[in-house]
């Protein structure tokens, strides 16, 4: 089945201890993203890679840090957590070119910083 | 400053009435335009793009430039129609960066 994985589901952490998601896909996906939710803000896109070994800063990048070593992984890593990174976290893949637009989400990751 | 807009974060319409998702956006290039749904329990997914001109599940969405607008409509609301909708508009002049709205709750009367 084609789908978007993310791990951890639920986190709860706390200020200070580096934590990491993982976001998987199985499309061969050239396009993934991250984003977080916030109440009365929407989505808004954090970091996103077109490619293996190319990625770009989104809206919000600040506090946070990925990497695409493999065209299927794309994990998020905090590296000092805060509370206000609480929040609910969603990656997404989709192809380049015309169906670019397509994004496929993953069922999303609500991660409570203590 | 926030790239796109939508006003209105609740929305309640009666089984069979036409409703209407507004959406406004910012940017002086040449927009794409999506909308994207999330049904109670499942994922967000595209509903639909406008450079499809498409219908999807009876509902259509038509760029204006002029007004930067890019509103969501559908003649008849079903109680199915009833989720979270966001607007979203990607820029790809230096990279492929998404802009999505703040979404708005529809909630169709039976």
């Known amino acids: 089945e084609a789908q978007v994985t993310q791990n951890p589901r639920y986190l709860i952490t706390v200020t200070g201890k580096k934590l990491t998601v993982t976001c998987s896909q199985n499309?061969?996906?050239?396009?993934m993203s991250w984003y977080r939710q916030d109440p009365g803000l929407g989505l808004r896109q954090i970091y996103y890679?077109?490619?293996?070994?190319?990625?770009d800063k989104g809206d919000v990048p600040e506090g946070y840090k990925v990497s695409r070593k493999e065209k299927r992984n794309f994990p998020l890593i905090l590296e000092s957590p805060s509370p206000n990174q609480t929040s609910l976290y969603f990656c997404?893949?989709?192809?380049?070119?015309?169906?670019?637009?397509?994004?496929?989400f993953g069922p999303g990751t609500r991660l409570t910083v203590t | 400053a926030q790239r796109v807009t939508q006003p209105e974060k609740l929305l309640s319409v009666f089984k069979g009435a036409p409703v209407e998702l507004k959406c406004n956006y910012s940017y002086s290039g040449s927009p794409e335009l999506f909308w994207y749904v999330q049904y109670s329990r499942q994922r967000l997914q595209l509903l639909l793009r406008h450079i499809s001109r498409e219908s999807i599940k009876g509902f259509t969405a038509d760029l204006n430039k002029g007004e930067t607008s890019f509103h969501l409509k559908k003649p008849f609301a079903q109680e199915e129609d009833s989720a979270m909708y966001y607007c979203?508009?990607?820029?790809?002049?230096?990279?492929?960066?998404?802009?999505f709205g703040t979404g708005t709750s529809l909630t169709v009367i039976p």
């Open positions: 979203a508009l990607l820029i790809s002049n230096t990279g492929n960066q998404f802009y």
């Open positions: 890679s077109m490619n293996v070994e190319v990625t």
């Open positions: 499309m061969n996906h050239e396009y």
């Open positions: 997404a893949s989709s192809y380049l070119g015309r169906e670019r637009s397509e994004q496929y």
